[in-house]
T-cell receptor
Framework: DADVTQTPRNRITKTGKRIMLECSQT?????MYWYRQDPGLGLRLIYY???????NKGEISDGYSVSRQAQAKFSLSLESAIPNQTALYFC??????????FGEGSWLTVV | GIQVEQSPPDLILQEGANSTLRCNFS?????LQWFHQNPWGQLINLFY???GTKQNGRLSATTVATERYSLLYISSSQTTDSGVYFC??????????????FGQGTILTVHP
């Protein structure tokens, strides 16, 4: 089983709909991240959290919100999806050793 | 924030060839890492290398922190090496703490 699990792996949704991407990890790490990948732009940080009570905006947080329900769970929500939020989304965790571990990615298409 | 520049943007090799990928940072970084994204989109951590040199099989990496760059070497390339290679690093403190900024990647294609 993967250490960092994302659900759903693929989703097509309509403009204006609310969608949640969920992430769970079994590595026991405190630090969790959500990144977005667009072709030719690498990965850009949306939100990150250093523990259950800590939420921080990344470089592209507008239009997104997050919830850190437990140490192992970090969910990303699009309250009202728009087509330019079509992208590959990654959840990641990082422990004290600083190595970062990514989930398998969630392909989101907004039509 | 920190800027990360990778070169070359694209690289095409014949199987068995060697290659060097470069990553330059606009400022001092810690927790520098290299990743490989395979054609199915999975991101695999190759090296955590804030300084010095590490080797793992046919891959090795060197980071010269004082000059703000890192190199990834691929020797005897194989078709399975194809994909996108990313480097990423974070600032040493302040608002950059704990975050990783990614380069735009090098797209590697290895032909049989």
């Amino acid at each position: 089983d993967a250490d960092v699990t994302q659900t759903p792996r693929n989703r097509i949704t309509k403009t204006g709909k609310r969608i949640m991407l969920e992430c769970s990890q079994t590595k026991g790490h405190d630090r969790m991240y959500w990144y977005r990948q667009d072709p030719g732009l690498g990965l850009r940080l949306i939100y990150y959290s250093f523990d259950v009570k800590d939420i921080n905006k990344g470089e592209i947080s507008d239009g997104y919100s997050v919830s850190r329900q437990a140490q192992a769970k970090f969910s990303l929500s699009l309250e009202s999806a728009i087509p330019n939020q079509t992208a590959l989304y990654f959840c990641a965790t990082r422990g004290q050793g600083d190595t970062i571990y990514f989930g398998e990615g969630s392909w989101l298409t907004v039509v | 924030g920190i800027q990360v520049e990778q070169s070359p943007p694209d690289l095409i090799l014949q199987e068995g060839a060697n290659s060097t990928l470069r990553c330059n940072f606009s400022d001092s970084v810690n927790n520098l890492q290299w990743f490989h994204q395979n054609p199915w989109g999975q991101l695999i951590n190759l090296f955590y290398i804030p300084s010095g040199t590490k080797q793992n099989g046919r891959l090795s990496a060197t980071t010269v922190a004082t000059e703000r760059y890192s190199l990834l070497y691929i020797s005897s390339s194989q078709t399975t090496d194809s994909g996108v290679y990313f480097c990423a690093g974070g600032g040493a403190g302040g608002t950059s703490y704990g975050k990783l900024t990614f380069g735009q990647g090098t797209i590697l294609t290895v032909h049989p």
